[in-house]
């Protein structure tokens, strides 16, 4: 589902990820951690291609990015690798409908009610209203805040914030969920609920990647762990 083959990123010629190889396979939750500044933010933003890598090879759901070339940007094959085409900016947008993303800043909008933070997606993809409704409505019946859909951003706790962030992740149903620090700003029961939902999302069927630098979250999970260390990915275990 997801693959990285020698994947490196450069800021200002200086080395932010190194050479980086790690795989996550359909349905699997894994978790990356490290220190500040480790690279598990520039990771994640690689994939769904907020930032671009300058080396190597990316699998991301049914595309394949296999090299840079200034001319032609990564070139891309939603089916046979061998048959690529050039890679545009404007196909971006299909590699993230499968993609759900969750921050630690929630980044909901306030101007906005919680029906219209989660709706906004799929009003991107010009589903039809009574669709709208249907998924928004199943979508917040699942982080158990269905009471909230005509609230504002600013009336709810920070981690009634964060189950409506997941909510609007998880709204369009996508094939890969990726969570960045997304407790860090919470107390520990509040996220104890949290990674709960994490949890059911991934029995679900989908394949989550979550950076976190809590070491009790994945302590005993018997999941992957990833463990970044100045860029460089600096062993894999089991939790």
Request: proline letters at 3%.
């Amino acid at each position: 589902m997801i693959s990285l083959q020698n994947v490196s990123k450069l800021y200002e010629s200086q080395s932010v990820l190194k050479n980086i190889s790690l795989s996550v396979g359909k349905s699997e939750m894994v978790y990356i951690t490290g220190p500040s500044g480790a690279g598990k933010t520039t990771l994640l933003k690689m994939i769904y291609l907020a930032e671009w890598p300058d080396e190597g090879e990316m699998t991301i759901g049914d595309f394949h990015l296999s090299f840079w070339d200034s001319k032609l940007g990564w070139e891309v094959s939603k089916s046979d690798i061998s048959q690529c085409k050039p890679f545009k900016i404007t196909d971006i947008p299909y590699l993230r409908r499968d993609i759900g993303i969750v921050f630690q800043d929630f980044k909901l909008l306030p101007n906005r009610t919680i029906f219209e933070n989660i709706a906004l997606a799929l009003r991107v993809r010009d589903e039809k209203e009574s669709e709208i409704k249907s998924l928004v409505s199943e979508a917040l019946k699942r982080v158990h805040l269905r009471h909230k859909a005509d609230s504002y951003p600013r009336t709810l706790s920070g981690g009634e914030q964060q189950r409506i962030a997941i909510a609007r992740a998880i709204v369009t149903k996508p094939q890969i969920i990726l969570a960045d620090e997304p407790t860090g700003n919470l107390d520990w029961d509040t996220a104890a609920g949290i990674w709960r939902l994490f949890g059911e999302i991934n029995l679900s069927g989908c394949t989550m990647l979550i950076a976190t630098h809590n070491k009790d979250v994945f302590t005993n999970s018997g999941k992957r762990v990833f463990y970044l260390d100045s860029g460089e990915l600096a062993k894999e275990v089991v939790g």
